[in-house]
């Protein structure tokens, strides 16, 4: 059984920062991807890393602001945020896959997370 907790959101000003964990319980993940949902849009890809070479995808609205990590030994994985805006209030996701996908366009994950908010505030 896998189980993926989100931690991490919160409220932040515009500018700033936040860092968004993610801990993997049950199977050590190929892929992990986040993912967030803005109220009345639907989910989007935001990022996501491949495990083992730590090969890293960017959906172009965050490019240069995010960083996607993980950290093997803790099953862990993290998404840093820089120069936040406002549109990327969202509630974010967390999703792993237990296989390698390359090049990643952040399809087709296998277990979610529940979400967690991040709002961002002008």
């Known amino acids: 059984q896998v189980q993926l907790v989100e931690s991490g959101g919160g409220l932040v000003q515009a500018g700033g920062s936040l860092r968004l964990s993610c801990a993997a319980s049950?199977?050590?993940?190929?892929?992990m991807g986040w993912f967030r949902q803005a109220p009345g849009k639907e989910r989007e890809f935001v990022a996501s890393i491949t495990w083992s070479l730590g090969l890293t995808y960017y959906a172009d609205s965050v490019k240069g602001r995010f960083t996607i990590s993980r950290d093997n030994a803790k099953n862990t994985g993290y998404l840093q945020m820089s120069s936040l805006k406002p549109e990327d209030t969202a509630v974010y996701y967390c999703?792993?896959?237990?296989?390698?996908?390359?090049?990643?366009?952040?399809?087709?994950?296998?277990?979610w997370g529940q979400g967690t908010q991040v709002t961002v505030s002008s």
């Open positions: 049950g199977r050590t993940p190929r892929s």
């Open positions: 999703a792993t896959r237990d296989r390698t996908v390359v090049p990643d366009k952040g399809l087709s994950f296998d277990y």
